[in-house]
């Protein structure tokens, strides 16, 4: 467990994705505990109940906000950013956490692969739905994986019709989150905004469930080992607060270290072109966005 007085919260507005279960469930309760007004956006009602209960009878200081989203839905996603800006005049720190591991091949409602716009779009769609309530000294903490290492772009083929797997649909919008870190990164710097990419450790929680018995079977003889979820719900803690990493953007965590990412994802064009691409996806244009 961290230090609390080294993350200072108290009254700041954090939004978590992905609040129900795992990683981001239990960053919540810390950030709670550690003053924070945070609001839960869950895709089930009822695990957002059952989770705002927990935390408030395992020491939030205040009760969390529940904001309702699938973020597979693109409309969903502009809902719920409107409702966000009806309740709140400021979000100080947006923690992009929630995530899936697709077995099947799956299309969205609006047609995208859905690990992508699960994991990519609806995440890129509410941070930029949502980035001109962001102060100056304010966050974002983007969940991502060393499972980027492995992702790939084609950028004719982003459904996956052209075979699927589950690991590579991971790995890639894995990967769109480190490009995604790092291209905001830098729109944001003039705001003093910091924006930075975490892989919180291989750790024991939901992701692989709904997979084939044996896939969990090895999940879990592979996580028993690897760390607790307490880990990476620090290292999101810290990223969310920490004064001494005040001004660090654009960078990515392994854990609660500063990291290397992958070449590729360093690769400006590649930036860019997924930036174009996600626009588009979720119906914006460089100039109806609030950057
Ligand atoms: N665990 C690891 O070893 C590991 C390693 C590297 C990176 N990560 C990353 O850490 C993040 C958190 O994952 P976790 O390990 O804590 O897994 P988890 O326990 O499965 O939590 C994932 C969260 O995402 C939510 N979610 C899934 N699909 C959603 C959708 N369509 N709309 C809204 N919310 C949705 C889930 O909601 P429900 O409760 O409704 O299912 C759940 O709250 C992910 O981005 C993951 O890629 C995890």
Redesign the pocket.
């Known amino acids: 467990m961290i230090d609390s007085a080294a993350a200072p919260l108290s009254g700041r507005v954090v939004l978590v ?9 239990l960053a919540s309760r810390e950030l709670a505990r550690r003053g924070a007004r945070v609001t839960l ?4 009602p009822q ?1 957002g109940e059952s989770t705002r209960a927990w935390i408030e009878a395992t020491g939030g200081l205040e009760s969390p906000e529940i904001l309702l ?4 839905d693109l409309e969903q996603v502009h809902r719920a950013a409107e409702e966000f800006r009806r309740r709140h005049s400021r979000l100080d720190v947006l923690v992009n ?4 591991l697709q077995r099947r091949r799956r299309l969205s409602s609006q047609g995208h692969e859905w690990t992508l716009a ?2 990519h779009l ?1 995440p890129f769609l509410l941070t930029l739905s949502l980035a001109d309530l962001i102060p100056s000294g304010g966050r974002i903490v983007n ?5 980027h290492t492995r992702g790939r772009f084609d950028f004719e083929d982003m459904t996956l019709e052209d075979g699927y797997s589950m690991w590579d649909a991971y790995a890639r919008s ?1 990967l769109a989150n480190v490009l995604f870190t790092y291209e905001l990164a830098r729109r944001l710097a003039p705001r003093r905004i910091d924006v930075n990419a975490l ?5 024991p ?3 692989a ?1 709904g997979h084939s018995r044996v896939a969990s079977w090895l999940w879990k003889i592979v ?1 028993r080992f690897s760390g607790r ?1 307490e880990e ?1 719900s620090d290292a999101v803690v810290r990223l969310a607060g920490d004064p001494e990493l005040e001004g660090t953007t654009g960078r990515y965590f392994y854990k609660m270290s500063k990291a290397e990412s992958s070449p590729q994802s360093h690769d400006r064009r590649l930036q860019a072109e997924l930036w174009s691409w996600s626009l588009k996806a979720v119906g914006l244009t460089e100039e109806s966005m609030f950057l």
């Open positions: 994705t992905g609040a129900s279960s795992g990683i981001g469930r956006l869950v895709r089930d695990r989203c699938d973020l597979s956490n929630a995530g899936v699960v994991n609806g969940l991502a994986s060393v499972a894995k892989h919180p450790g291989t750790l929680t939901g992701i469930r996580t979820v990476g």
